[in-house]
């Protein structure tokens, strides 16, 4: 998804996540295989530090590039699908802006917005878009974020599309880009994102809320076993249903509801998780989903194990250690925090 700003190419590139609290940064090179060898990564929390003392620290770290990419986290965007507007293409989207009206919670006078086609007309024509939203204000933060690295901002990009890079990336090396797949990645300790591709194109997408205390808790063992059945969540008032179609809804749109710590918390996690597959089939029955593949840190495969059982289905870690070199060391925290920052790297 390109926003107004158009990437060069380039040897170099620096890839950034800023929220005004906490920035996180990716510094790579491409080699001539096509790869990347990340150089330095990390996290810089602002703390105690006045605005101007934390832009004065990130400034000594001596980031350097031709140009910036900036991913912004799910909380600083929204991501809607509507009917495509019949217009022509460079008044898509003015045609989107005003769609979207009644769907934002802000006067679309104060956001930017891109628009992207949902799939791949490869498949099947969906006369859907994806709209991204943001405030006006972030934009010119981020503008002015990277005049002072002296670095300027050339992409911005979103968690979902750099997720959709990633999966795409583990499917092409695998033999299934024409084959659907399905990445579940736990974003922080109460969201999730759940993307499915099929030739390196974004078709579907949705927000998981998760209930306090579902990322520590044991996601095998006992807090599953002790749950009660699925049948006791079979009606979920604060669901929104899944886009169908000519249903004109949220992409994104979350259960809403507040799962609890334990098995209730698992167990409404799985069905949420189900509600979305099962769309998939009934809307995209002609692509068949080859399987999905989880991130959750270093509890990656341990979800993916219990996943597997309560679905089903082939849940397998989302490894893509191997094809960044020098992404190594660092905390837990800081790596899942600069972990979607490597897929904006594979733009094209």
Known sequence: MRWPWTSSAKKDSLVVSWT????????????ADGGHQ???????????????????????????????????????????QIEAPQVPPDEIRSAARWKIRDLVNTHVDD?????????????RATGQLFVVVTLNTLVRELLELGESLQCPVQVI?????????????????????ERATAALVIVSSDLAILTICAHEELFYSRRI???HGFVESRWLGSAVADAPGADAFSAVPEYVPEY??????????????????????????????????????????????????????????ELAQWLGQELGLQVAAMDIDPYFPGFVGGSEAERSLCWPLLGALLRS
């Open 244 to 301: 169908v179609p000519g249903g004109g809804s949220y992409a994104t749109s979350g259960s809403g509801a507040s799962a609890s710590a334990g098995g209730e918390g698992a167990q409404r996690f799985v069905l949420e998780v189900q509600r979305s597959l099962d769309v998939w089939e009934r809307t995209w029955s002609t692509v068949p989903l080859e399987g999905v593949k989880v991130f959750a840190g270093e509890r990656s495969q």
């Open 209 to 211: 809320e998760l209930g």
């Open 20 to 31: 005004g609290a906490t920035f996180s940064y990716v510094q790579a090179s491409r080699g």
């Open 38 to 80: 990340v150089s330095r990564f990390g996290v810089e929390h602002r703390g105690t530090d006045s605005p101007a003392e934390f832009l004065h620290r990130i400034q000594a770290l001596g980031l350097g590039s031709a140009g910036l990419q900036v991913v912004l986290r799910p909380e600083q965007y929204q991501l809607l």
């Open 111 to 123: 956001l930017t917005l891109d628009v992207m086609r949902v799939g791949d007309d490869r498949v």
């Open 157 to 177: 990009d979103v968690h979902d599309t750099a997720q959709r890079n990633l999966q795409s990336l583990l499917a092409r090396n695998e033999g299934m880009l």
